[in-house]
């Protein structure tokens, strides 16, 4: 078992089974509910990368359940619920599609959840087209949260908002008889209860007297991208010097998707693109593979998580195939090659890294120099990636990811 690995108790799996599966690392279950039936309070359940189609009910209220690489969960044309986790944490998971959604959230993407009951400590969360009802809320802590697009039925009965960003088209108004602290916000449209946020300080003197409302400077919020920029307001304006909203500094690099194009050196091998970007594998073959030419960062940095934003999805359908992903459940991976000028990449040897982590070298069981996509990878040699130039190569199998 890769030794680098988040680890838990109970464990899910695209390529898990309900019926002989023991909910371990390597025997898992097929479906979250069944990890979820099979915890017992305190323990954590690890959901491996994929895409699950399902609603939840009747966990255990103090539980973690941990996304543990691209993990996507659809409520399914909102008939869904996940419900019964009232205490529990849900982790770094895209959550959308549901009716109803009652839990506790740190690092997740929601999405379109029509009824959001959130509880406890919400930290670290996008947030975008949620509706909250008003009887829903009550003695939650929002902490650097990010809401876009978002509503409410009536009064918002949050006992604590801090660090979070409301965008242009959000507008919260807060219960006060609820509320026990409101401060270092950003209300993009400058709007609070119905007034503007000046209006607002003034008629509440212990209330957001430091939040403020300025245009955040997201890395590109069309493509989901609500990272910040370096001219962002958002950055260090949250109590203690801390950001506000969910996600913190980034660089964007304008055009890097175009390094994926053939027509600026990419190689494509058995797979197709469409005039707005998408890939998919050319019939019939099963597999094809996505070489991009090479990318200049523009200095050396030492890279952090190298992501892309876009309208993504995964078929629930599909297991991940374990040629290509790091085991124990399951990764996203692709490949990495490195280095500081243009003439040296073209040497420089491919890493399998892991989708979503940051990309580093380590060595394995027998010593071997390999990337932290390697199921053998020892996190103890750990050391991160410092490059101005890379290449990626990504292989897409079966249906591939679209967009």
Known sequence: MAQWRKTGDVYV?????????????TNPFASIQKGVDA??????LIVGTGKYEEAVSNGHP?????????????GNSLVGQITGIDKGIIRNLRIKNFYLVQASFQDCFIDNITSTILQGTVKGNILKSCTFAQNTNVGTQFRNCTFISCAWTGKWRAQSVQNCHFDENTAPEHDLNYLLS??????????????????FQLANPNLEQNSITENPIFGDDTIDNYTLQNDSVNLGAGIDGDDIGAWGRADS??????????????????VDVDGNGNFTITAPSTTGI???????LGKKYTLDIF?????YDLDAGEVPDLDNVAQDPNHLTYQMKYADTEGDLETATWYQMVWGYPPQIGQDSQSNTVGNGDPDFDISTATPVEAQWVKILITLRNDGIGG
């Open 13 to 25: 799996s695209k390529n898990g089974n309900d019926n002989t599966g023991d909910g371990s690392a």
């Open 39 to 44: 915890l017992s309070t305190g323990q954590k």
């Open 62 to 74: 103090t539980n973690e359940i941990i996304g543990d690489g691209l993990v996507i969960w659809d």
């Open 182 to 199: 409101s401060d270092f916000n950003n209300y993009e449209m400058d709007k609070v209860n119905n007034m503007s946020l000046s209006d």
């Open 253 to 270: 690099f304008d055009g890097l998707s175009d390094q994926f194009l053939p027509a600026n050196g990419a190689i494509l091998t058995d």
């Open 290 to 296: 996505i070489e991009s030419a090479g990318i200049d």
């Open 307 to 311: 992501d892309f934003f876009g309208d």
